[in-house]
């Protein structure tokens, strides 16, 4: 199993942005503790972060052969139809991902352009975003379908 994790515009910065908001760990800290448990769950991740959202595109375009994404598309949440839209194309089921509670901060950030093509979002819970995204989508990914 092959998932694809995609990182927006300021993620990098993660550990010295706004610690208060999104908390102390670096994104070289969250994909470590992603790895750790996707070895535990058999799977092969993916890693990628771009403030550009043509790159992110592109990145989803060329990893259409995973199973699954997890994407936290930062702020191109909000504003990004091109990201939903290459979302949509590469037809795998993701998650949407935020380290705070969007729906808890500015008004501009309760709108996601993702929401309606993801299976579904988690949001608000720090660095345990990305681990309940990852075992939620590995839940997806190997559950069989009742006969």
Same mark, same amino acid.
């Given at each position: 199993m092959r998932i694809f994790v995609v990182n927006g515009p300021n993620l990098n910065l993660l550990?010295?942005?706004? *610690? &208060?908001? #999104?908390? %102390?760990e670096s994104l070289a800290d969250i994909e470590l503790l992603m790895t750790n448990r996707a070895e &535990?769950?058999?799977?092969?991740?993916k890693f990628f972060q771009s403030n550009s959202e043509g790159a992110l595109i592109d990145a989803i375009h060329g990893h259409r052969d995973c199973d699954g994404v997890i994407i936290n598309a930062g702020a191109y949440t909000h504003t990004s139809l091109a990201i939903a839209d290459a979302l949509v194309s590469v037809a795998l089921p993701a998650i949407e =991902?935020?380290?705070?509670? =969007?729906? +808890? @901060? &500015?008004?501009?950030?309760?709108?996601s352009f993702l929401a309606p093509v993801v299976w579904g979002q =988690? +949001?608000?819970?720090?660095? @345990?975003? #990305? !681990? +309940?995204? %990852?075992?939620?989508?590995?839940?997806? !990914?190997? &559950? =069989?379908? *009742?006969?």
């Open positions: 550990g010295h942005r706004e *610690p &208060e908001i #999104y908390g %102390l &535990e769950l058999g799977i092969d991740l =991902v935020h380290l705070s509670n =969007v729906h +808890a @901060r &500015e008004v501009a950030r309760h709108h =988690v +949001a608000g819970f720090g660095f @345990r975003s #990305y !681990l +309940a995204a %990852l075992d939620l989508l590995h839940a997806r !990914l190997t &559950e =069989v379908a *009742p006969s």
